[in-house]
């Protein structure tokens, strides 16, 4: 158990500290340079995982709430309303970038391609929803988490050191399985059928290319290298997700949770928080190039 906190710690920080260097980057390509779409979109999944991260388990704003003396149960409503939001946006964030690299990388003689000169007016709208759709819909879980009190006496479920789930109506917890399933299954889907038209894109324009120009000539595209990211992150993704909710699914039937397996489900959560922002700096060459100069200038000054 000692041993899976040590790795849960170094994960979290290692994600934190990832997706803040993402996150003043793209706010420095905003503020200075004329940022892409796909820049304006990007931007907010650091922000969402910084916050994800924080609010999982037993570390991060709960520790904020304990020393400005906040009551334990007003901080478990917060942690877990504000982890509740900030993960269905991961996932509408995600499941919006998939579709937005599929509608760029269409051909011209493709359904998709009459929606890529109204691309930034959907987005906006799309942002809009989205906030407030996952600001609402979590809002009724709020009522179903408090201060862990005796789990003997009110059947109380512990899922953190300070909090507990209450127990609903079977109704209500039908209920609210079904639509979170429901929403999140057809977000997967989309991301799924966006990967899958993806790749055939790629495969036909790398066999085009194939065909039209000798292996000399070939090169990684920042279009492919773009949609390869994507692919990558939805994979990552579409795989953290299904054993977070097989996890949870088991947990909420079983109404138990042991400390190990939520210690396992926190670190299956913070996964993707924490792999996304490794995987887009990695491949963003104005990000490469800028660490690489500032390696240069470094070197420079210590050899002076």
């Known amino acids: 158990m000692f041993s899976l906190k040590n790795v849960l710690y170094f994960q979290i920080g290692l994600g934190v500290l990832a997706n803040t260097f993402l996150l003043f980057f793209y706010i420095f390509i905003i503020l200075v340079h004329r940022p892409k779409l796909m820049d304006l979109i990007s931007c907010q999944l650091p922000f969402i995982h910084i916050v994800l991260i924080l609010t999982g388990g037993d570390i991060g704003l709960t520790d904020v709430f304990e020393s400005l003396n906040f009551e334990n149960d007003f901080r478990c409503k917060a942690t877990f309303y504000i982890h509740r939001v900030m993960r269905g946006l991961s996932i509408c964030i995600t499941c919006l970038l998939s579709v937005f690299q599929a509608v760029t990388i269409s051909p011209s003689t493709s359904l998709l391609a009459k929606f890529k000169h109204k691309l930034k007016r959907y987005m906006i709208y799309a942002f809009f929803y989205m906030w407030f759709l996952n600001l609402s819909f979590s809002s009724n879980r709020i009522f179903y988490v ?10 109380q479920m512990k899922v953190t ?4 789930l209450f127990p609903m109506n079977y109704i209500i917890r039908a209920l609210n ?17 966006t990967s899958a038209y993806m790749v055939i894109s790629l495969f036909r ?9 000798s292996l000399s000539y070939l090169r990684v595209s920042p279009e492919k290298r773009a949609t390869q990211t994507i692919l990558l992150l939805v994979v990552v993704f579409v795989i953290t997700y299904w054993v977070d909710f097989i996890i949870s699914s088991t947990a909420v039937l079983l109404w138990m949770y042991h400390p190990v397996i939520l210690t396992v489900q926190t670190f299956v959560v913070n996964a993707y928080p924490t792999i996304t922002p490794l995987v887009q700096i990695s491949s963003d060459n104005r990000i490469i190039n800028m660490l690489r100069n500032l390696q240069s200038k ?7």
């Open 146 to 155: 408090g201060a862990f009190t005796n789990a003997s006496e009110t059947n």
């Open 161 to 164: 050191k300070y909090c507990s």
């Open 177 to 193: 399985l079904t639509v979170t399933t429901s929403r999140d299954v057809f977000l997967v889907g989309v991301m799924l059928t």
């Open 205 to 213: 324009h790398h066999r085009q290319c194939k065909h039209l120009h």
């Open 298 to 304: 470094c070197n420079q000054i210590f050899k002076q």
